[in-house]
């Protein structure tokens, strides 16, 4: 059976509504902290899929988490051997920055449900199941686009949304896993002030995200299992 890493950068920002299409692609899925001590040891090259997922950090703030730049340094030689890797948000924005991009705290909050405007690339690629599909934004950085990636898509907010090289890579600043997990509410719970910032309150980000999130889940995993459909055997 082929093996999955989840990396998780926080407990509250897991794989939530992609698990299901990863493992009926046939990964058996593994996950580890990166407070867990052997993350340090971990040779990032050797899962079959390697899923990288959110966090709050940035990652330029490598002086207050000195676990961004080892594994900076170890995703480099995953993305050097062009090996399967998914990245979310934080995950995302990692791999930006491993392939040369510079990641930086943008102007604005963008927090809440809205669609991704697909370029043609984007209409291209597996991408195309989220089109007109509001899905869940949660970030107030971004990061210029490195010169090997091709961009799939756009939101109202920031240019840079989502982006792969080739089949194996795909980058992903929104978080289209989320709309039925219940980790949702622990972010609403640890970070009102973004939810103040995108003109919500507590009540009408909770009832959006239960009109929406479903929707949003079943277009992410459609999206997921279509790019696994396309990976090279």
């Known amino acids: 059976m082929k093996k999955g890493l989840i990396i998780r950068h ?3 920002e897991g794989i939530a509504g992609f698990r299901h299409p990863i493992e009926e692609a046939g990964y058996e899925l593994d996950r580890i902290d990166v ?9 990032l090259r050797e899962p079959d899929l390697l899923i990288m997922m959110g966090g709050p950090m940035g990652v330029y703030e490598q002086d207050r988490y000195p676990w961004i730049a080892c594994q900076l340094r170890r995703l480099k ?5 062009d090996r399967p890797t998914l990245g979310v948000c934080f995950g995302a924005q990692m791999i930006a920055a491993a392939l040369g991009g510079h990641v930086y705290e943008g102007p ?13 690339a984007g209409r291209a690629s597996p991408l195309r199941y989220l089109e007109e599909v509001p899905v869940l934004h949660w970030h107030g950085d971004t ?10 898509g756009s939101s109202h907010v920031y240019e840079y949304q ?8 795909l980058a992903l600043q929104f978080h289209a896993e989320m709309g039925e997990d219940e980790r949702f509410h622990e972010w609403m719970n ?32 459609s999206m997921i299992g279509q790019w696994l459909d396309e990976l090279p055997c």
């Not at 990061?143 to 799939?152: H, I, K, N, R």
């Not at 989502?162 to 890579?169: C, E, I, K, Q």
């Not at 309150?201 to 995993?221: C, F, N």
């Open 143 to 152: 990061f210029t686009l490195p010169d090997s990636v091709e961009l799939l």
């Open 162 to 169: 989502a982006f792969r090289r080739g089949s194996n890579l």
């Open 10 to 12: 926080v407990p509250h």
């Open 35 to 43: 407070a867990d001590p052997a993350f340090a040891d971990l040779d």
């Open 108 to 120: 604005r909050k963008e927090v809440g449900f809205h669609p991704i405007r697909l370029n043609d």
């Open 77 to 81: 030689l995953r993305l050097e051997a």
């Open 190 to 221: 640890q970070w009102p002030e973004a939810v103040a910032e995108a003109g919500e309150s507590d009540d009408s980000m909770r009832a959006i995200h239960d009109e929406l999130g479903p929707q949003a889940v079943a277009a992410g995993r």
